[in-house]
C-alpha cells in the first residue's frame, strides 16, 4: 500500500508521519487527564484515526459481552452521521467481516468490497463503500471495539505504517474509552447514591412528621394529609373491607371504595399485595394508582392509596414514603389495639366487681375509667342455651361493642360471669322504668339475632340506680336465665326480663321442669280441660297477670269490657278455689301456675274479642275508676 498524504490544521502538513502521530497520542493522552466524557473521547478518537490515516469516514463500535454483537458509538464524516451509525449493529452471523477482526484480533483491510464475500453487501451498497479498513481495539488481550475506515467511493490508500499506527492508537483508545467508561460508571453511582441519601433524608423527614402526627393522636386522617402534600397527589386511606376512611386535601378523585378499581381478572389484586410491598393499579381513563398494604399482627387492616396523573410514572420517592406511611399507621394501629386491650381488662375487672359487690375503691375505679355510677341501668346475662354448653367464640368486649350504638349514653361494660357474659347496659334517664327495660331488651335481641339466635338466651334485670344494687340485678338476671333454661319451650323468644317473670322467677329458678309442671296442675287443673270456656279463662288470668291485675289494662289486652275481666275472674275464683283478686297467697300462685304454662308452651292462644261479647245484662259500674280488682264486688 502507498503512504497518504496527511492534512490537517495549518502546519500540520509540514510535519512527519511519525510527529502527527505523536501529536494524536498526546491529544487522547490529555484526554485520559482531563477525564472527559464518553461521547467527547469517543469522537476524538474517530477524528484522529481519520486524520492519520487519510480517510473521509471513521466510525467506532463498542462490544456487547452478552450479545456477541457490535453497536455504533460515535461517527467523523463531511456531514454529522452520528444518530445513523448509532443505530448500527454488526457482529451478527454472515458479517464474516466483522468476525475475523474479533477473532484474529488483527486489522483486515478489504481493497474491494463488491468482489470480497466477507462484509454484509447491503450495507457496503447502502454506505456506498469501496474499500474498508476495519482495526481492533484491544484492551487486556481481549477486543472491546472496532474502529472502521473508508473514503466512500474512492479507494483507500492505507500503508503498513498506517495500520500499526491506527493499530497503536486504537490500542491507546481501548485504555481511553476504559477509563471513560469506568469515570461515567462511578459518576452515576454517586448521582445514584446522592439521589437515594436524598430520597432516605426526604423520607426521614416524612416519616417524622407522620410519628408526629400519630403520636399527637390525629390519627390516620393527618398521615393522608401529610402524605398528599410531601408527594403533591392525592392519596386516601381505606380499610380492610376497601371503603375509604379518610383522605388528604385535593384527593376528591380517590374513590370511596377500592371495589371501583378492581380489573376483570381472576386475583384480587389487594389481597395478593405482600406485607411490606407496593402495588400499582391501573383504571380507567389512564389513571394509574400506587397501593400499599397495612398489615399488623393479626392480619391486614386497611391500605394506603395514592393517585398518580394520568400518563404519569411513580417515582422511586413515591414507594418509599407510600411504603412508609402504611408501616406508620400500622404502628400506630397496634399501639392503639394495644391500648384498647388494656383499657378493656381495666374495664372487664372493673365490671366484675360490680356485679359482685366488691365495692373497695369502686368509686375512684369507676372515675378513672369515666364509668358513672349514678345513672339508670340494667344488668343483662348473655347465655348459651344449655348451661353445658360454652361461649368459647364470644368475648365480653365484642358482645359489648355490638350493644353500643348512638343512643347509647355510654359504652356497655361487660365481663364473664361463670360461664355466661354479664353487660350492665346504662339506659336513657327519660324513659321510665318499663320503658328503660324495653330499650335494652331491642337492642339484646338484635345483638342475639347477630350472633345466632338459636344458639343464645339474653336475660335482662330491672333497672337500678345505685352502685351496691348491680348485685341483686345480676342476681335477677342469673334466676332469669336459669328459669329460661329449664322451662321455655318456645324457641322463637330469646330474651325474656325479669318483670315478665315476677317474683315467680325465685321458684321457678330453682324448680325442675317436671316439678313446676304439677304444681301449675294443681293449681290450675280444673282450667286445663282443652274446652273452649277454660281457654278463654286461662288467656285472662294470663293477661291479668300480666298487667299487674289491672282490670282496666287486662281488658283493653284482651279487647273486652272490664266488667267482662271481672266476671271471668270470678268464675276462676269458683273453678280453681283460688281467690286472684283478693288473696295475695292465691295470687302469688296462680301468677306461679300461669308462667309455668306460659314457659312451658301450654297457655293458649289469645282471642280477639269485642266488648259486643260482655255478659248480657252487665254494665260498669257508674264511677269505678280503679285500676285494679278490688274484693268480690270487682266481678259482680
Known amino acids: ?24 497520542f498526546r491529544d487522547l493522552a490529555s484526554a485520559l487527564a482531563e477525564e472527559r466524557d464518553l461521547d467527547a473521547v469517543f469522537h476524538l478518537v474517530v477524528d ?39 443505530k448500527l449493529v454488526s457482529g451478527f452471523p454472515g458479517d464474516e467481516f466483522t468476525r475475523e477482526i474479533l477473532e484474529t484480533h488483527r486489522p483486515v483491510l478489504l481493497a474491494d468490497t463488491t468482489a470480497d464475500p466477507r462484509p454484509v453487501r447491503s450495507a457496503m451498497r447502502r454506505w456506498r463503500t469501496r474499500a474498508l479498513l476495519g482495526v ?47 469515570t461515567t460508571q462511578l459518576r452515576r453511582s454517586l448521582q445514584t447514591q446522592g439521589r437515594q441519601l436524598d430520597l432516605l433524608q426526604r423520607a426521614h423527614r416524612m416519616e417524622g412528621r407522620l410519628t408526629d402526627a400519630l403520636l399527637r393522636g390525629r390519627g390516620v386522617a ?15 386511606v381505606y380499610d380492610s373491607a376497601l371503603r375509604r376512611l379518610t383522605r388528604g386535601s385535593g384527593s376528591e378523585a380517590l ?27 391501573d383504571a380507567s381513563g389512564g389513571r394509574s394508582f400506587l397501593v400499599a398494604p397495612i398489615d399488623l399482627e393479626a392480619g391486614r387492616h386497611g391500605y394506603v392509596v395514592v393517585a398518580g396523573r394520568v400518563g404519569a410514572r411513580f417515582s422511586p420517592l413515591d414507594e418509599v414514603i407510600i411504603r412508609r406511611a402504611a408501616h406508620s399507621i400500622a404502628l400506630e394501629r397496634s399501639r392503639q389495639g394495644f391500648d384498647d386491650e388494656l383499657a378493656w381488662h381495666a374495664t372487664e375487672a372493673f365490671t366484675g366487681s360490680l356485679i359482685r359487690g366488691e365495692h373497695v375503691d369502686l368509686a375512684e375505679r369507676a372515675r378513672s375509667l369515666g364509668v358513672r355510677l349514678d345513672v339508670p341501668r340494667v344488668v343483662c346475662l348473655l347465655g348459651a342455651r344449655q348451661a353445658s354448653d360454652s361461649l368459647d367464640r364470644l368475648i365480653p368486649q365484642t358482645v359489648a361493642r355490638l350493644m353500643t350504638d348512638r343512643e347509647s349514653p355510654s359504652a356497655v361494660l361487660g365481663t364473664w360471669s361463670g360461664a355466661d357474659i354479664a353487660l350492665v347496659v346504662e ?12 330499650w335494652v331488651r331491642k337492642r339484646l335481641v338484635e345483638a342475639i339475632d347477630r350472633l345466632g339466635p338459636a344458639e343464645f338466651y339474653g336475660a335482662v334485670s330491672g333497672v337500678v340506680h345505685e352502685p351496691t344494687h348491680d348485685v341483686k340485678a345480676h342476681r335477677e338476671a342469673s334466676q332469669v336465665l336459669r328459669c329460661m333454661r329449664e322451662h321455655l319451650s318456645d324457641p322463637a323468644e330469646v330474651v325474656m326480663s325479669a318483670g315478665e317473670l315476677g317474683v315467680a322467677r325465685l321458684l321457678l329458678a330453682t324448680a325442675g321442669r317436671a316439678e313446676a309442671q304439677r304444681i301449675s296442675h294443681d293449681a290450675l287443673g280444673a282450667l286445663l280441660d282443652d274446652s273452649a270456656k277454660s281457654a278463654e279463662l286461662l288467656v285472662t288470668l294470663e293477661a291479668f297477670v300480666r298487667n299487674g291485675r289491672g282490670v282496666r289494662t287486662c281488658a283493653e289486652t284482651l279487647g273486652v269490657h272490664p266488667n267482662t275481666v271481672r266476671y271471668r275472674l270470678t268464675n276462676i275464683e269458683k ?15 296462680a301468677q306461679l301456675a300461669v308462667h309455668v304454662l306460659r314457659l312451658h308452651g301450654l297457655m293458649p292462644a289469645a282471642v ?28 259482680d
Open 222 to 236: 393527618e398521615a393522608a394529609e401529610v402524605v398528599s402534600e410531601l408527594l403533591g397527589k392525592p392519596c386516601a
Open 575 to 589: 273453678k280453681t278455689g283460688l281467690s286472684v283478686t283478693t288473696d295475695e297467697d292465691d295470687y302469688l300462685t
Open 136 to 182: 481492533p481495539m484491544v484492551l487486556r488481550g481481549e477486543v472491546i471495539g472496532i474502529v472502521c475506515l473508508d473514503s466512500e467511493d474512492a479507494v483507500l490508500n492505507v500503508s503498513e505504517f498506517d495500520q500499526e499506527l491506527a493499530i497503536s492508537f486504537a490500542e491507546l483508545a481501548a485504555t481511553a474509552i476504559n477509563q471513560a467508561q469506568l
Open 255 to 281: 374513590p370511596r371504595s377500592l371495589e371501583e378499581l378492581q380489573q376483570p381478572v381472576d386475583d384480587d389484586v389487594f389481597v395478593s399485595l405482600e406485607r411490606g410491598s407496593t402495588g400499582r393499579v
Open 48 to 86: 484522529t484515526l481519520a486524520e492519520l490515516t487519510g480517510a473521509t469516514r471513521c466510525s467506532l463500535h463498542l462490544l456487547d459481552r452478552e450479545t456477541g454483537l457490535l453497536h455504533g458509538q460515535a461517527a467523523h464524516a463531511a456531514s454529522d452521521i452520528d444518530a445513523l451509525v448509532k
Open 1 to 24: 500500500m502507498g503512504s497518504v498524504t496527511v492534512t490537517g490544521p495549518e502546519g500540520l502538513e509540514a510535519r512527519s508521519p511519525e510527529q502527527v502521530a505523536l501529536v494524536a
Open 427 to 438: 339506659v336513657p334517664a327519660a324513659l321510665d322504668a318499663r320503658q328503660a327495660v324495653a
Open 608 to 635: 280477639s274479642e269485642s266488648p259486643a261479647a260482655e255478659v248480657p245484662g252487665e254494665a260498669e259500674v257508674p264511677g269505678d275508676g280503679e285500676s285494679r280488682a278490688e274484693g268480690p264486688g270487682a266481678a
